[in-house]
């Protein structure tokens, strides 16, 4: 939806997201910047797009159940809630990093030790 849908009025619908799949192994400092990390090994599921971008507000906001950004597209705004609640109950965690008009990239870190 952030490459079509919700693109403002006149610019061109359509974009790139890019996936990708990377295994890390975070070190002291890597942890003390991830308060969530652990001393183990990692599977990172990065996906970022070029769409439209959310503000830091916003950002602080989309893992709350029920918060959408899509007004009356007819979203629920539980996906991101219900992917949240999944990587933490595996000892994971979920980082988003936005810049409005630039696009969004999620990464989803599960320790390789489940």
């Known amino acids: 939806d952030a490459l079509t849908i919700m693109k403002p009025e006149g610019q061109p619908k359509g974009g790139i997201i890019e996936?990708?799949?990377?295994?890390?192994f975070p070190d002291r400092n890597y942890r003390q910047i991830h308060p969530l990390a652990m001393a183990?090994?990692?599977?990172?599921?990065n996906v970022a797009d070029n769409g439209v971008g959310m503000e830091a507000e916003i950002c602080a906001q989309i893992f709350d159940p029920f918060f959408t950004t899509k007004g009356d597209f007819g979203a629920a705004g539980v996906g991101l809630t219900a992917a949240d609640e999944i990587a933490r109950k595996?000892?994971?965690?979920?980082?988003?990093?936005?810049?409005?008009?630039?696009?969004?990239s999620f990464s989803v870190f599960i320790p390789e030790t489940v």
Not at 40 to 45: F, G, Q
Not at 90 to 104: A, L, N
């Open 19 to 24: 996936i990708s799949l990377e295994k890390i």
């Open 90 to 104: 595996h000892r994971g965690f979920i980082e988003v990093y936005s810049v409005p008009g630039q696009g969004t």
């Open 40 to 45: 183990s090994s990692y599977w990172v599921i």
